[in-house]
Structures are given as structure tokens and as C-alpha cells.
């Protein structure tokens, strides 16, 4: 059948659109790891404990992991100036509560606010660029969003320890909230965009049912993980999490044949859409852990402080922020295979490195590592991210773009749990026979062990990741209604295989 040659210039309005929303996306995405070397000072000044004070870090990201899921529904509901608009207010109003917070309370609930705006945010981004990017730049593209991914987290902590190394930690926030509020008000004049295609219904039950599935997982992993204490325990939030969440699913599955479901499944029918979402959950694992476990090693058995820690990693995370970009490039020219084959070895290769980390291991060695493990995860979330969309019709945009934010939430807290947990479990089984130093580094290792054989997961994975873009993004158009059913890989048949 012939077709319209297919589109591959982005118009000077679209890129402005793009542009606006990743800066909005990179500063409300770094307040979610910014609290983490502050939480010392604010027990001081805040005059609260240790397990009153995580709730600052803790809130954040089940606030994450509670709203997400709502956003596909919300995209298509409203336009994208209404859904930015919300998004970066939320996040300006709770930045501004936080500054002004006169005691924990208010600033916890700041938090809360600022993690509403945040959930919106990334959903919306991707949404866009499969909206607006022609599929043959989209790899370009989605590089940069990887910006947002990769590297706003990891710079969260450096940005912190300067700050405080100086200032108030009034001013991590009073810093972030003049951009804010820069990006909101140009963002307010520039964007416009109506949703597409039928408007859903709002389905109560799922929304109630998404609270305790993906809160009462996501804060069951961080219990386990030891990031929180003075609570239930991780037991009973992951049973009723596990519960709440097969519950959610079979809602949702039902939707999907007689309404409109909150989160629409039918995305994982495309292979390479769950190809893409298990292999970024296995990423996110290893970036999450490293950023909890590399911190703790430098200071714990290395003596340096948060500045020293912050200002050591600063070059692992301005290597992936370069390098995002090109990486895009480079997929819309070779695909995703040579690229994310190379970046799973090199991540895995690092973390087995890291296992054999010592108490006198220079950190010059480390900081190389982690240069390179940054170098991996560049090319791992670029090309992945947009293998993994790019199949999707256009009507499941938005609910693949909320599936994958909410799963990411999910395997940050897991992958952190997860190795905090080895770590502390063997470093405690070692105390009898070890001296105290020899101990903490036999956690560390052995949490080390189990992110490297992640990253053999990942290499696998990676070996059958391919890019298959939607007819739909072929033929400016798809035939199928919003009832459709999904084909499980027809896109396969018509694109070269890559």
C-alpha cells in the first residue's frame, strides 16, 4: 500500500513546546533526590529524629508512586496548557510552602504538594514527544528527556551539599523556585494542545485501589530497604500492596473490554514495549542503588564529606547529560541493539568492579568507574526509552508514558531496598568475625554482587530489544478506533529490523 513519506522535521513551535516541557521536567525531578544529604541538618534544626525525618524523602516518592498512575487519564481528559499548568503549579506552591515551612509539618506537607506536581510532569513530557517528534527523530529527542531520567537525580545531592555547605537549607528550595516559576508562566504562554480522541471516564474504584497497590508497595520496599523505622514494617504494606495491586489489575483488564480503565494494559500487547519497560526497571535498580550505595561507601569508610561525595559523583552525571543527546543520534542512525549491548556490559562490568571495592580503594579509581557505569546508563535509557514507546498507537501514549513513570518509581524503591538490605543483613552477619570496617565493606560488596547479576539480566534483555515504530507513525494516522483491539506486533511487519 502506498504511503505519505513520512515527516522528519520538527516544526520551530513543537521544539519550543519540547524544550519548555524538559526544563520544567529536569527541575521538579531534581527535588526528588535533593532532601537526601540534607536530612542530617534538618533533624538538628527541625529537632526531629531519624525516622521522623525520612518521611521528608519517603512521602516524596509514595506521593510519586500514588498519582502517577492517574496521569494517563488526566492527559486525555485535559489539554496539555491545563495538565502544565497544574503540574508546575503544584510543584511552585509546594516549593514555596517548603522555603517558608516553620516547622516539620508544613514542610512534609510541601513535599507531598511538590511530588504531586512532579508525578504529573514526566508523564506529560513523554506523552508529547510521541505526539509532536516525527518517530525518525525521536531518538534525538528522547536523548535529551534522558537528561531529565538520568541525570536530575544524580545531580540532586551535589546541588544540596553545596548548598549547605554555605547556606540555609531554605535554599535548596528558595534556589529551584524563581526557575519554577519562570518555566511555569512561559510555559502558560506558549503551550496550548487539546486532547485527542475519546474522552474517558473516571473510574472511582481504581483510583482507590491505586493508593494501596502502588503506595503500600513502594512504602513496604522502602521499609525493607531500612530507609524508614518506627512504622508497620514492610510486611503488612506489601501484602495489602500485593493484593490492592492484583485487584488493580483485574479492574483495569475489565475496563478495557466495557469502559475506560485508569491505566490502559494493552500497551504491554506490544513486545517491545515490555521488553523496553523490564529492562528500564532493571536500570533504574542499578541507578538507585548506586546512588544510595555509593554515597554511604565515601563517607562511611572513605571519610569524605557531603560536599567532597556530592562534588566526586557531579562528573558521572555530567557525562550522561552530555552524552544523552548523541546517544539519540546515534539510535535514530543504528537502533537500539549495538547500544544498549554496549551499555548493559559496561554497567555490569562496573558493578562487578565495585564488588571488590576495598576501605583503601583510591577514589580517583572510583570516581573512573563511575564515570564509565555513567557512560552505560547513557546509552542504556535513551535508546530503551524510545524503543519502547515508539510502538505504541497513539491513543496508548499517554497510558504507556504513566505505566512506565509508575513502574520506574517502583524498581527505584525495590533496587534501593534491595541492596540496602544485603548490605546491612551481611554486614550485621559479619560483625562477630570481622573487625567494624571490614564488616560495613563485606555489605558493600555483597549488595554490589547483586546489582551486577541484575546487570546480567539486563544484558540479556537488551539482546532482544528492537525498534518497531506504530504504523500509525508510518501513515500520519491510525485506522483503528479507540476501541481497537492491539495487535501484539504488527508494526514488525512493516519496518526494517533493526
Not at 525521536?138 to 551539599?161: D, E, F, K, N
Not at 551481611?426 to 568475625?433: D, I, K, L, Q, W
Request: hydrophobic share 55%; proline share 7%.
Amino acid at each position: 500500500m502506498p504511503s505519505a513519506p513520512p515527516k522528519h522535521e520538527i516544526s520551530r513551535e513543537n521544539r519550543l513546546v519540547v524544550t519548555v516541557l524538559v526544563i520544567a521536567a529536569f527541575v521538579v525531578i531534581l527535588n526528588e533526590t535533593i532532601m537526601n544529604v540534607a536530612l542530617p541538618r534538618l533533624m538538628a534544626e527541625l529537632n526531629v529524629d531519624a525516622s521522623t525525618v525520612q518521611w521528608l524523602a519517603t512521602a516524596f516518592m509514595l506521593t510519586m508512586s500514588v498519582v502517577i498512575p492517574t496521569t494517563g487519564f488526566v492527559l486525555q481528559r485535559l489539554t496539555t496548557r491545563t495538565v502544565y499548568l497544574m503540574a508546575m503549579g503544584l510543584f511552585s506552591a509546594g516549593t514555596l510552602l517548603a522555603a517558608l515551612a516553620p516547622g516539620f509539618g508544613v514542610l512534609l506537607l510541601a513535599r507531598v504538594v511538590q511530588a504531586s506536581g512532579t508525578a504529573i510532569m514526566m508523564p506529560l513530557l513523554m506523552t508529547s514527544v510521541l505526539t509532536l517528534i516525527p518517530v525518525a527523530r525521536r531518538g534525538q529527542v528522547m536523548g535529551t528527556v534522558s537528561i531529565v531520567i538520568s541525570v536530575a537525580p544524580a545531580v540532586g545531592p551535589t546541588l544540596s551539599g553545596l548548598i549547605l555547605q554555605f547556606l540555609s537549607w531554605r535554599f535548596m528550595f528558595l534556589t529551584v523556585l524563581p526557575i519554577a516559576v519562570a518555566a511555569l508562566v512561559f510555559g502558560a504562554s506558549k503551550l496550548r494542545g487539546a486532547p485527542e480522541g475519546e474522552k474517558p471516564r473516571l473510574d472511582l474504584l481504581s483510583v482507590v485501589l491505586s493508593v494501596p497497590a502502588f503506595g503500600g508497595v513502594v512504602y513496604g520496599l522502602s521499609q525493607l530497604g531500612g530507609e524508614g523505622s518506627g512504622g508497620p514494617g514492610p510486611v503488612l504494606p506489601l501484602v495489602i500492596g500485593a493484593v490492592a495491586l492484583a485487584a488493580f489489575v483485574l479492574r483495569q483488564l475489565a475496563l478495557q473490554r466495557s469502559g475506560s480503565p485508569l491505566l490502559d494494559l494493552r500497551a504491554f500487547a506490544y513486545p517491545m514495549y515490555t521488553v523496553a519497560t523490564a529492562l528500564l526497571m532493571v536500570g533504574m535498580m542499578a541507578l538507585f542503588g548506586v546512588v544510595i550505595l555509593l554515597p554511604l561507601y565515601l563517607q562511611q569508610l572513605r571519610g569524605l564529606d557531603t560536599l567532597g561525595t556530592g562534588l566526586l559523583l557531579l562528573p558521572g552525571g555530567l557525562v550522561m547529560g552530555l552524552l544523552a543527546p548523541t546517544v539519540g543520534k546515534w539510535f535514530d542512525r543504528v537502533g537500539p541493539l549495538p547500544l544498549t549491548l554496549t551499555g548493559t556490559s559496561l554497567i555490569t562490568a562496573v558493578l562487578f568492579a565495585f564488588s571488590f571495592l576495598a576501605p583503601d580503594t583510591s577514589v580517583w579509581l572510583v570516581l573512573g568507574l563511575h564515570v564509565v557505569l555513567s557512560l552505560g546508563l547513557a546509552l542504556l535509557f535513551t535508546p530503551t526509552f524510545t524503543s519502547g514507546l515508539n510502538p505504541l498507537p497513539r491513543r496508548l501514549y499517554s497510558h504507556g508514558s504513566a505505566i512506565l513513570s509508575t513502574l520506574q518509581q517502583v524498581a527505584g524503591a525495590a533496587g534501593t531496598a534491595l541492596l540496602v538490605a544485603v548490605m546491612a543483613s551481611t554486614a550485621h552477619s559479619a560483625v562477630g568475625t570481622l573487625p567494624p570496617a571490614d564488616a560495613a565493606m563485606a555489605g558493600f560488596r555483597a549488595a554490589f554482587l547483586v546489582a551486577a547479576t541484575a546487570g546480567v539480566a539486563a544484558v540479556v534483555l537488551a539482546a532482544f530489544l528492537r525498534n518497531r515504530p506504530s504504523l500509525e507513525d508510518d501513515h500520519g494516522s491510525s485506522a483503528a478506533g479507540p476501541d481497537a483491539v492491539v495487535p501484539t506486533q504488527t508494526p514488525a511487519e512493516t519496518t526494517p529490523r533493526r
